[in-house]
């Protein structure tokens, strides 16, 4: 399992580096004002719970810093990402209040994966890697 969660991790990386370089305009494509700080909050939410789960497989490793360790990669990423934007993209700019967005989706996942998922994924998968 942790090949399936590492590989998961790694593609929806891809993906939120992938839409986060491209040059595109939100203008053309927003439901509606700042809705691309619903997008971060999204995409980095859903990148912190599937980091989050491939780490929780790690042995002899406290579920606080699984938790600090996941989430401040995830923020850390989003605030390169920023940076990455404002540096190589043309029709994009860094934005605090995107890493803000991508930060704060990166904490509540981690609240939601703590709640719902944390003992789910530890009863269902850890038995696996036990056999």
Do not use: P
Request: aromatic letters at 10%; zero cysteines; a positive charge.
């Amino acid at each position: 399992m942790k090949l399936v969660f590492t590989g998961i991790s790694v593609m929806w990386l891809g993906v939120v580096m992938a839409l986060s370089l491209m040059s595109i305009s939100y203008n053309e494509v927003s439901l509606f004002s700042n809705s691309d700080k619903a997008v971060h909050f999204i995409m980095h939410g859903i990148l912190t719970i599937f980091v989050l789960s491939r780490m929780q497989l790690e042995e002899h490793v406290s579920q606080q810093v699984v938790i600090l360790v996941s989430v401040s990669l995830v923020i850390v990423l989003g605030g390169v990402l920023e940076i990455a934007q404002g540096l190589f993209t043309v029709s994009r700019q860094a934005s605090f209040w995107d890493f803000t967005a991508n930060g704060l989706g990166a904490v509540v996942a981690a609240m939601v994966h703590k709640k719902w998922l944390w003992n789910a994924i530890g009863r269902n998968f850890m038995v696996s890697i036990a056999k």
